[in-house]
């Protein structure tokens, strides 16, 4: 990790470069796994922009943070809105809720040159990791 992927101009760069392949995934992931019933969406709270895949009993929330990472946190039910700031994310506010989190080095797949189809197929991986190690389709 360099130091200046730790500033916030980092931050929303490497989220504007994978957003939109996040984005893609995750209304594939809503049509195989729960039939179209979640809602995918884009959200930011103050500083922090986030994708969230919201169904009525659970949420997957993806956002970057510091370091050319993305994280994709899974919760039972949503979680407050300041819990996604970037103060709130390091809190133990909604803890108990949490289900299970990855965290998607990013910035160091952008660093390697990977291409558009290597991006996604890391993030498929980590999305698959999630979903099968803590069974999602039965959370929501």
């Given at each position: 990790m360099r130091f200046r992927d730790l500033?916030?101009?980092?931050?929303?760069?490497?989220?504007?470069?994978?957003?939109?392949?996040?984005?893609?995934?995750l209304q594939e992931f809503n049509e195989d796994v729960f039939q179209g019933s979640g809602i995918v969406r884009e959200n930011s709270y103050y500083e922090r922009t986030y994708l969230?895949?919201?169904?009525?009993?659970?949420?997957?929330?993806?956002?970057?943070?510091?370091?050319?990472v993305l994280l994709l946190r899974l919760y039972k039910g949503k979680i407050s809105k300041e819990c996604l700031s970037l103060k709130g994310a390091s809190s133990k506010a909604d803890e108990e809720n949490l289900v299970g989190w990855v965290g998607l080095e990013a910035g160091r797949a952008d660093?390697?040159?990977?291409?558009?189809?290597?991006?996604?197929?890391?993030?498929?991986?980590?999305?698959?990791?999630?979903?099968?190690?803590?069974?999602i389709d039965m959370l929501f």
């Open positions: 500033n916030q101009q980092a931050v929303a760069g490497l989220w504007d470069r994978w957003k939109h392949l996040v984005w893609e995934i969230a895949l919201e169904t009525k009993k659970a949420c997957l929330y993806i956002f970057p943070i510091s370091g050319g660093e390697l040159g990977a291409t558009y189809e290597e991006k996604r197929w890391w993030v498929e991986k980590f999305l698959r990791r999630l979903y099968g190690k803590y069974h």
